[in-house]
């Protein structure tokens, strides 16, 4: 017990703070990642947060996965936005008259009575499931919620796989930047420079009435979002029609093997027949190590689908398949070699996984998925990190992150090299990740 006279213990100031901001960020029926900057419900960001939800109510955690759940389309694709109609429309850019989901999506199964955006974001929500219902199997049993939930993941996996398997390889493609959540990545440089962007003056954004401008993407990227966004919804948001961008990048298609593995997990658990769900996640794994492994980088590569070429950027995402079960040994421990060598410094000269290589051409400690740290990023590394036995690495990014958020106010991300606060603060899936960490340290 903590005396009124003594300074708090850090685990209660993590609980305490994480618990004040998901609180502050919850609208009911679902969690918003920033009440400023991102003001909606976003797809990946609802499965970290869920993750944590799960230790301060695993009720609370499954609404706010059944509420992006009931946006899903028909295709099975789980949109990145789902909009709050009491928001503004000059809250957020791109905004639902925007994206016109229940219009220009209706060919593609978009909702009728809920607007969303078209694209998709990193498949996150079969392992935020899976782990929500651990938290109390026999309340999640009695309410049903993996039988809820599991046609719905199993919906969403079928269109990451067969409707984007693009490239025809056993990947999955994103076809716009935002899709691989690590929007202003360095490895989008090269295949976004083929897209004429929108005319300025064409858009507002809205991202810069709270950001400060040196941590956000330029104009010249927004630009070219924008052309490419509209250009998928003016084809109905069909992925048939042909796309100006796509690539297969390791962080989704890590999460993607991640997601057939808990997708096996849940089948079980709901009495179905998982074989099918260990042969799909081998074969993904397969195609994985073929087309992205890198053995002289020690680090998975994107890939253009459009060129037909290696992107040689080295990107947080090419470290994130150490979450997957069953990478072969010497694959994993090159990773571990990666991080904490020279590009990414763990360890060494940094205090957090950077999300961009440190050495790189367009390293930028502040910008934007340009170099900062990101906890969620670090969160799956430090699963990671542990599923591989490498016990020290995955304390260490633990002890730090926890530190990290309560002393930057549970920041969006961090300068990884001093800790210093960047982007908006009471960041939900900040605050969600370290309660996470915070349950793993008691365990
Ligand atoms: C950021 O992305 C949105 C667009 O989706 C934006 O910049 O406006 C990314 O960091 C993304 O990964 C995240 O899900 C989203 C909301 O937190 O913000």
């Not at 109390?136 to 996996?157: K, N, T």
């Not at 100006?244 to 709901?270: C, M, R």
């Not at 958020?405 to 300068?415: I, L």
Request: charged share 20%.
């Amino acid at each position: 017990m903590e005396r009124a006279d003594q300074p708090a213990s850090l685990p209660s100031l993590v609980y305490n703070g994480a618990r004040r901001v998901l609180s502050g960020n919850w609208t009911g029926s679902s969690t918003v990642p920033s009440r400023t900057l991102y003001p909606h419900q976003w797809s990946w960001d609802s499965g970290f947060i869920a993750i944590g939800l799960r230790h301060l109510s695993p009720t609370r955690a499954q609404r706010e996965l059944e509420t992006l759940l009931a946006a899903q389309w028909a295709d099975g694709r789980i949109p990145h936005i789902v909009f709050n109609p009491e928001v503004p429309l000059t809250a957020y850019f791109p905004s639902p008259d925007f994206w016109r989901s229940s219009t220009a999506g209706d060919k593609s199964g978009a909702p009728e009575h809920i607007e969303t955006s078209g694209i998709v974001q990193p498949p996150i929500h079969a392992p935020a499931a899976w782990l929500v219902h651990t938290a109390d199997p026999e309340a999640s049993g009695r309410a049903g919620f993996l039988h809820r939930v599991y046609p719905r993941l199993l919906a969403w996996q079928r269109y990451l796989t067969e409707c984007r398997d693009l490239g025809g390889r056993g990947l999955a493609s994103i076809v716009h930047p935002w899709e691989s959540g690590m929007d202003n990545s360095p490895c989008w440089d090269p295949p976004l420079a083929r897209i004429e962007p929108a005319a300025a003056g064409s858009f507002q954004r809205a991202d810069l009435d709270h950001g400060c401008p040196a941590d956000r993407p330029t104009d010249l990227d927004y630009g070219r979002y924008v052309r490419l966004a509209e250009r998928y919804r003016d084809q109905g948001y069909a992925d048939d029609a042909g796309h100006p961008f796509a690539v297969e990048d390791p962080g989704v298609n890590a999460l993607l093997i991640a997601s057939e593995h808990a997708l096996g997990d849940i089948a079980a658990a709901i009495g179905a027949d998982p074989s099918d769900h260990q042969v799909r996640a081998e074969e993904l794994t397969t195609a994985l190590l073929k087309r992205l492994w890198s053995p002289e980088e020690g680090l998975f590569l994107c890939q253009d689908v459009i060129t037909g070429t290696q992107v040689r950027e080295r990107s947080a995402a090419g470290l994130l398949p150490l979450i997957v079960p069953g990478l072969p040994e010497d694959v994993a421990a090159a990773l571990v070699r990666t991080l904490r060598g020279t590009h990414f410094g763990l360890g060494g000269t940094t205090r957090l996984v950077p999300s961009y290589d440190l050495t790189g051409h367009a390293f930028d400690p502040a910008r934007y998925w340009r170099g900062p740290a990101w906890f969620n990023v670090n969160w799956l590394l430090e699963r990671g990190l542990r599923r591989h036995g490498a016990l020290d690495g995955a304390d260490a990014i633990r002890t730090t992150a926890l530190k990290a958020a309560v002393a930057s106010g549970f920041a969006e991300y961090v300068d990884p090299f001093t800790g210093e606060a960047r982007g908006t603060r009471d960041f939900s899936w900040t605050a969600a990740l370290a309660l996470d960490l915070l349950a793993e340290e008691a365990r």
